[in-house]
């Protein structure tokens, strides 16, 4: 281990930039991807850290809510570099797909009239076997008994009963609970203390501040109706309630945006799309939705907090939990809670599948062949998600034509 160490390479904030910035240009897959393409370019081939450092930030980011592989990457930016460090590889990770789902975003709502129907209708398509996948890969990892099956089974009925915003983090508060009641904790192998420079107190402090937002923001925003703290307020919620995967976001953004017409289901499914056909983090998926909302701000002064609101419950938590993760993922408490909540996010991506995603895009037997194509080029054939996305936009245009 002492010659493992002696091996780690320093990194400044701009080498992190730039090295991000590359893998935010070349990252398709989606998060285990993303994950696999960090541990080769990082670990591997830049030495900026050694295999179990790597495992034990992974094993962090797979805890805590909030996007997984860009997570990561603003923790290895913190441990390398401080804050600098860690705002640069957020910015060089997600500045790529950022800009390309902002000028998609443009283009849409601009020259909505020119682009075929087909086309959009079949972005919408490819929603359903990317989600259909996810929830079966999801359900495999999170749900391997039958206690956890059910939890999901039944969140997902309350979900497509219930569909309010606030039953989301409540039914998710609820598996945590059932959890860590019920379930017995997960493995977790013992690695190292990966170091980092911030105080407990500090920490303690920034985690105050996560939770202090998460339940002031949606109060504020309901006393003073101002439409940029809305828009703030709905982004920061559904970035501090992803658990499990990116695909997540898209129930938790959907219930966040459509319900109050910011936005169309046909646009926001649309939008999803494309967002599975970019490189790098699926959050920039909000940047879509900033762009296009009727709310003010739009464009790309609403892209740019959309952004900001979905990933910074991401920094307060990564900073906020690294000091103390070493003793957290050891206790069996926090393990079990975590399983129950695992569990319920399958059943809220379940419910998702069938509403908004399903009801919104299937509309003769045509569709369904077109995304049972998709999932089978996924599932079968392994084919890259970009693919499946031109595939489907093509024959929903080819169709409509």
Sequence with gaps: MQTEQADIQPATASEIF?????????????????????????VVHRRWLDEHHYADLVALCQFLPGPASSQVGIAIGLTKAGWRGA??????????????????????GRFRTAIPQGLLHGLMLVAVPIVAQAVWLMARQLCPDWPRRNMAL??????????????????????GIIGLLLLKPTTSAPVPNAPIGLRRCVAGGLLAVFGILFLVLPLVSAIFPDP???????????????????????????????PRGWISNDMFLAGYGVAQAMPGPLFSFAAYLGTVTT???????????????????????????LPFWATLRHRPDIRSALAGINATVVGLLLAALYNPVWTSAIHSPVDILISLCGLSLLMMLNTPSWLVVFISAASGWLLRA
Aim: proline fraction near 7%.
């Design 18 to 42: 730039f090295a991000f910035l590359r893998l935010g240009l070349t990252s398709f897959g989606g998060p285990v991807a993303h994950l696999g393409y960090f541990h080769q370019a990082l």
């Design 87 to 108: 705002v640069a590889a957020w910015l060089g990770f997600t500045i790529p797909s950022a800009i390309l789902m902002t000028a998609f975003g443009l283009g849409i």
């Design 154 to 175: 039944c969140a997902s009925v309350v979900f497509l009963l219930l569909p309010s915003p606030l039953m989301q983090p409540l039914v998710i508060a609820a598996g």
């Design 228 to 258: 940029a703290l809305s828009l703030f307020s709905g982004f920061y919620r559904a970035g501090a309630l992803v658990f499990g995967g990116g695909h997540v976001v898209l129930p938790l953004l959907q219930a966040a945006v459509v």
């Design 295 to 321: 709310t003010s701000p739009n464009g790309p002064a609403g892209a740019v907090l959309c952004l900001l609101a979905i990933y910074f419950p991401s920094f307060l938590l990564i900073a906020g939990a």
